[in-house]
């Protein structure tokens, strides 16, 4: 997959393809991505990339030409390009809201071009030609896109096949089936006072399954009653919550 980021901090971006999981991804070739600076579009002496808001007030506006004249440049750097437009996704406190699925359908384009904003945002008539969709990493705001731009990157090309390790661990975990994830333990078996669940250690792995789900459930329906209320549960899952954790409650509401 190939991402252009337009970002006004290209430096920012470094640690994507310096660090971790997804240097590796890139140096594998699972990932290509590439910035660019509305500031080398920029056509006067100071190199402006930044205006005044029409009717006044504070804080300033993303300049038009150069912001436009970059994000015309990263979508015709997208390999892609020719065959499919790159997808234009914008960073802004106003977006939709991030989740694991918005995510999945983003994987699944072969271009993105992300536009990272900065001051009060950008001209709303760049926004009805050029951005094709509006996203947000949450319900605050930031200085700039370019952490929500990385937040972007980063939960993409985890759903790329190659970017982990094992194949498995993308959809195994939370959120990917709409649940959090279950408690994780590893050696030794007891750390602070505390002993690791003898279910896992017995060897059984359908017993291990059954507690891990309970497990999820039990913290999904604690934390996040919200995820569970848009999910149907299995006959599985109906039985573990009612089972383990809140039994009499489902039943008084059925
Ligand atoms: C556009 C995204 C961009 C408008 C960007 C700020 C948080 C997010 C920016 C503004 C961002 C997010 C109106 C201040 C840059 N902050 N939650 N900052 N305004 O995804």
Redesign the pocket.
Known sequence: MWIGVVSLFPEMMRIISEQGVLARAIAQGVLQFEVQNPRDFAEDRHSTVDDRPYGGGPGMVMKVAPLLAAIQASKAQAPSASTQPARVVY?????VTLNQANVQRLAAEPALVLVA??Y??IDERLMDEVIDEEL???D??????EL?VMVVIDAVARCLPGTLGNPESADYESHRNGLLDCPHYTRPERVLGHQVPDVLLSGDHEAVRRWRLGESLRRTYERRPDMLARRSLSDEERGLLREHFVGSRLENEE
């Open positions: 960073l802004s406190p106003q977006g904003g900065r009060e945002g947000s990493i949450g605050y705001v930031l200085t700039g896109g929500p």
